[in-house]
T-cell receptor, first 114, second 115 residues
Framework: GQNIDQPTEMTATEGAIVQINCTYQ??????LFWYQQHAGEAPTFLSY????GLEEKGRFSSFLSRSKGYSYLLLKELQMKDSASYLC???????????????FGKGTKLSVKP | DGGITQSPKYLFRKEGQNVTLSCEQN?????MYWYRQDPGQGLRLIYY???????QKGDIAEGYSVSREKKESFPLTVTSAQKNPTAFYLC??????????????FGQGTRLTVV
């Protein structure tokens, strides 16, 4: 089966750095995505990792270790508008299959305080 | 502009009635997905389709049905068999093939309330 775990809630201070972790167990791994979702809205794409290492994109960075089944999203210079849920999603292919499927974690609700 | 459109944004249904949620995309994506989100929860997969005329059950397919007669369209029917249908429903599409995977693009969602 497939399983994705992330913390339910986190709180951080404006201007600080926060790291949101995600662990996963899946077969046929073909990449890990991070999405941001504000309440009542659709998720928006933040980052994609398919190889081990760090991907940096402005204030946001995402790291992947495939051998450990582990990823994190790093948010720097936190702003109030970063208060949202952050969803970790894994793309996985079934055995022998050629087409993938997206499985989402439950999301981490981040609250940024002044 | 390319995108994925869900309609309606808000939907009210009487208990015992079936209702169909629309999802249309003009991104030329092969894969389409339906997710359900409950308050404070992540996205749970209802159904997905990798190609026209084919679809697969996700984790919570009971009480739902779908069709994929056209590449652009993937409507979801919430049937009276779904015991707790009040939720936020999200449709998404992507290009799922090896080795290049792409992110999923989401519609704006339909909030269904059973009254």
């Amino acid at each position: 089966g497939q399983n994705i775990d992330q913390p339910t809630e986190m709180t951080a201070t404006e201007g600080a750095i926060v790291q949101i972790n995600c662990t996963y167990q899946t077969s046929g791994f073909n990449g890990l995505f991070w999405y941001q979702q504000h309440a009542g809205e659709a998720p928006t794409f933040l980052s994609y990792n398919v190889l081990d290492g760090l991907e940096e994109k402005g204030r946001f960075s995402s790291f992947l270790s495939r051998s450990k089944g582990y990823s994190y999203l790093l948010l720097k210079e936190l702003q109030m508008k970063d208060s949202a849920s952050y969803l970790c999603a894994v793309s996985a292919f079934e055995d022998g299959g050629s087409q993938g499927n997206l499985i989402f974690g439950k999301g981490t609700k981040l609250s940024v305080k002044p | 502009d390319g995108g994925i459109t869900q309609s309606p944004k808000y939907l009210f249904r009487k208990e015992g009635q079936n209702v169909t949620l629309s999802c249309e995309q003009n991104l030329n994506h092969d894969a389409m997905y339906w997710y359900r989100q409950d308050p404070g929860q992540g996205l749970r997969l209802i159904y997905y389709s990798q190609i026209v005329n084919d679809f697969q059950k996700g984790d919570i397919a009971e009480g739902y049905s779908v069709s994929r007669e056209k590449k652009e369209s993937f409507p979801l029917t919430v049937t009276s068999a779904q015991k707790n249908p009040t939720a936020f429903y999200l449709c998404a599409s992507s290009i799922p093939y090896r080795p290049m995977n792409t992110e999923a693009f989401f519609g704006q969602g339909t909030r269904l309330t059973v009254v």
